[in-house]
T-cell receptor, first 111, second 113 residues
Framework: GQNIDQPTEMTATEGAIVQINCTYQ??????LFWYQQHAGEAPTFLSY????GLEEKGRFSSFLSRSKGYSYLLLKELQMKDSASYLC????????????FGQGTELSVKP | ETGVTQTPRHLVMGMTNKKSLKCEQH?????MYWYKQSAKKPLELMFV???????ENNSVPSRFSPECPNSSHLFLHLHTLQPEDSALYLC????????????FGEGSWLTVV
């Protein structure tokens, strides 16, 4: 079966760095996505990893280790507007390429 | 503006009502999806349409009935719902089913009373 785990909640300080971890178990891994979702809004695409390593995009970076079934999203120079839910999702080729989502990590950025 | 528009944004309906949720995408995509998002639970995939043909139905109760008249429009028809169906219903689209990034609409908040 499929299982995706990420912390339910995290708190960090404005200007700091925070790392949100995601572990997964899936039979047909074919890519990992991170989405950001502000309360009452659409999930918006942040990053995509299919090969091992780090993908950097401005203040956000995402890392993948396929052998460990592990990814993290790194947010630097935190801003208050980064307070949101961060969703980890894995594409499973054995399920027609369906995205399997974790429950999301609610990040609160404090002044 | 994500390119995927959902209406209505909020809907309150009784258990005996019939209503519909509408989704329209302006991204030129050919696959569309309905997801259910309940509090503290992962996003649940309900239906997938690829080239206007339903390719997946994840054991969703028959009180939810999807319709995809063309590649830009997707509906979710609702009838005789239960209070536990109250949730955020998200529409999404992508270029190619099972490939590429999916893009979400802002969702329709449904409350069943």
């Amino acid at each position: 079966g499929q299982n995706i785990d990420q912390p339910t909640e995290m708190t960090a300080t404005e200007g700091a760095i925070v790392q949100i971890n995601c572990t997964y178990q899936t039979s047909g891994f074919n890519g990992l996505f991170w989405y950001q979702q502000h309360a009452g809004e659409a999930p918006t695409f942040l990053s995509y990893n299919v090969l091992d390593g780090l993908e950097e995009k401005g203040r956000f970076s995402s890392f993948l280790s396929r052998s460990k079934g592990y990814s993290y999203l790194l947010l630097k120079e935190l801003q208050m507007k980064d307070s949101a839910s961060y969703l980890c999702a894995v594409r499973d080729i054995n399920q027609g390429g369906k995205l399997i989502f974790g429950q999301g990590t609610e990040l609160s950025v404090k002044p | 503006e994500t390119g995927v528009t959902q209406t209505p944004r909020h809907l309150v309906m009784g258990m005996t009502n019939k209503k519909s949720l509408k989704c329209e995408q302006h991204l030129g995509h050919n696959a569309m999806y309905w997801y259910k998002q309940s509090a503290k639970k992962p996003l649940e995939l309900m239906f997938v349409y690829s080239l206007e043909e339903r390719v997946e139905n994840n054991s969703v109760p028959s009180r939810f009935s999807p319709e995809c008249p063309n590649s830009s429009h997707l509906f979710l028809h609702l009838h005789t719902l239960q209070p536990e169906d109250s949730a955020l219903y998200l529409c999404a689209s992508s270029l190619g089913q099972g490939r590429n990034t999916i893009y979400f609409g802002e969702g329709s908040w449904l409350t069943v009373v």
